[in-house]
C-alpha cells in the first residue's frame, strides 16, 4: 500500500506513525461501527444513519470505549521504558479521545503482538454483550476527530 498522507517531506518515523495511525484509525472504526451495527440489530432497531446525531453520539461512545478497553488490557504488560514512551504519547494534545489514539499508536510502535492482540480484543468487544456499548440511545461524549468533526 503506498504512503497516502498529502505531505510527503515527513522524515521516515513520522510517516510510520502517520501510516500507523491511518491504520489504527480504520481499525477502531471498523470495530466500533460494526458495534453500533451489531446493538441495533439486536435492539430490533433499523441500521445507524449517516445524518443522524444520535447515532453519531452512540458511535462516539463505542470509540472511547474500546479504545479505553484496549488501553485497560495492553498497558498492565508494559516494560518501565515502555510505560515511559506510552506515558508521553499520552500527554499529547487534544480530547481523551485524541489522547487515547496517540496511546494506541505507540503501543502498536512498541509492541510486536500489538495487532494480534489488537484483534482478540476487538472479538471479544463485539461478541460481549454491552461492554461499554449503546444502542444509540444513550450518549456521553464526542469523538470529533474520528467523526470527522460530528
Known amino acids: 500500500m503506498p504512503f497516502r498522507h498529502p505531505d510527503r517531506s515527513h522524515d521516515l518515523v513520522t510517516r510510520i506513525e502517520i501510516e500507523v495511525r491511518e491504520r489504527l484509525e ?4 471498523y470495530v466500533c461501527l460494526e458495534a453500533l451495527v451489531r446493538a441495533r440489530r439486536a435492539a430490533g432497531l433499523p441500521p445507524p444513519a449517516a445524518d443522524s446525531a ?5 458511535y462516539t461512545d463505542n470509540v472511547l470505549a474500546f479504545l479505553r478497553l484496549l488501553h485497560r488490557d495492553l498497558a498492565p504488560d508494559l516494560t518501565a521504558e515502555q510505560r515511559q514512551k506510552v506515558a508521553g504519547a499520552a500527554s499529547a494534545r487534544g480530547d481523551e479521545s485524541a489522547r487515547l489514539v496517540a496511546t494506541q499508536v505507540a503501543l502498536a510502535r512498541l509492541l510486536p503482538d500489538y495487532w494480534t492482540r489488537f484483534e482478540a480484543i476487538s472479538t471479544r468487544y463485539l461478541d460481549a454483550p454491552g461492554e461499554g456499548r449503546t444502542s444509540g440511545r444513550e450518549s456521553r461524549g464526542l469523538l470529533g476527530r474520528l467523526l470527522g468533526g460530528g
Open 26 to 29: 480504520e481499525a477502531v472504526d
Open 54 to 58: 444520535e447515532d453519531k453520539r452512540a
